[in-house]
């Protein structure tokens, strides 16, 4: 294999081995938005159907590196990438979230623990993505959608909630639509749920303890709406304090939808054993300390479960094809 410097009209690119891993690292010349990454086995295939990898928003250092390894099978299929700017200018509600690793669940010792968060596993986050900073609100969900379902509706800024998976689902659809007519949708990616993983993983922050804050709930008020602050209401989103990266509300307020199913750790356990539930993540304001943890799942049906305690957050994140079947049993 012979790794190299390449010098484009766009910026330098340099192609390294770092422990086993082949690296790109690039650093570009003036420009702003995203750098994508694509891909194919053929260096004379039209440029225009190049199968698209991953993204990176522009830094202002305009310097980053793509993991070649991670978006292909075997090294021995690498073929051939290209790296190309774009315009795009993410939504200030929007926070980005790098690529990296988590540790899902909890630990044994971890007080207030429920049998369905172990045993605690490594989890690689291979793309990044946007997440909102605050749950959809009820303005936000009515603009959208063209109604409020909120039990305590009249309070825009207050998380939507009384939302069915389904309905959740399908207002990131609408979110996805508009962007696509108004060309302001990134290759590959589309406005979702996030997943189970990326939402703790974003919750974490980086962390590894009880709450993105630390292990010990004397702070929990600073940092979420659960049974002792809230007045058993939810609250305005945005009124506390952040995790580290940035995010309001992830411990408390309402629960949230995740795109996928509940399920069991690989050799755990879960509650129930019905395939169509779906996770939800958070706790909300009514919910003991407990509840709020990082690590603590719960589980709701997608398509009856419109509570008073459930709202959801938005992603731009990579396509999820979800099964088709899962439509047909609304």
Not at 39 to 60: K, Y
Not at 266 to 276: A, F, N, T, V
Request: with cysteine.
């Amino acid at each position: 294999m012979t790794l190299s410097t390449l010098a484009t009209e766009i910026g330098q690119a340099t192609l390294k081995l770092v422990e086993g891993k082949l690296v790109l690292d690039y650093h570009l010349n003036e420009a702003e938005g995203l750098v994508s990454l694509y891909h194919s086995s053929d260096l004379q295939e039209p440029r225009d159907v190049w199968d698209f990898l991953t993204l990176r928003p522009i830094t202002d250092s305009r310097e980053g590196s793509f993991i070649l390894n991670t978006h292909v099978s075997r090294s021995s299929d690498i073929g051939f990438f290209e790296y190309r700017t774009t315009p795009f200018l993410s939504d200030e509600t929007m926070v980005w979230i790098q690529p990296g690793s988590v540790k899902l669940g909890s630990p044994d010792s971890e007080s207030g623990r429920f049998l369905d968060e172990g045993p605690q596993h490594q989890v690689e986050i291979e793309h990044g993505y946007w997440l909102s900073k605050h749950e959809v609100t009820q303005s936000e969900f009515e603009n959208i959608m063209g109604f409020n379902p909120s039990r305590a509706a009249g309070s825009p800024k207050a998380p939507v909630e009384t939302v069915t998976w389904f309905e959740a689902v399908t207002y990131c659809q609408r979110l996805t639509e508009q962007a696509r007519n108004s060309n302001s949708l990134p290759d590959g990616y589309e406005y979702r749920l996030p997943t189970e993983a990326e939402w703790e993983y974003a919750c974490r922050a980086g962390t590894e303890t009880a709450y993105s804050f630390g292990d010990d709930a004397k702070d929990l008020s600073l940092y979420g709406w659960w049974s002792n602050n809230s007045g058993a209401t939810p609250s305005q989103v945005g009124l506390l304090r952040p995790n580290p990266w940035g995010l309001y509300d992830m411990h408390g307020n309402v629960f949230e939808w995740c795109l996928t199913e509940y399920k069991a750790y690989p050799g755990g356990e879960i509650r129930s054993l019905k395939i169509d539930y779906r996770a939800i993540r958070s706790g909300a304001f009514i919910c003991p300390l407990e509840i709020l943890r990082s690590a603590c799942r719960f589980e709701s049906a997608p398509s009856k479960s419109g509570s008073w305690l459930t709202g959801f957050r938005v992603a731009l994140a990579p396509v999820h094809v979800l099964p088709a079947e899962i439509f047909l049993s609304q």
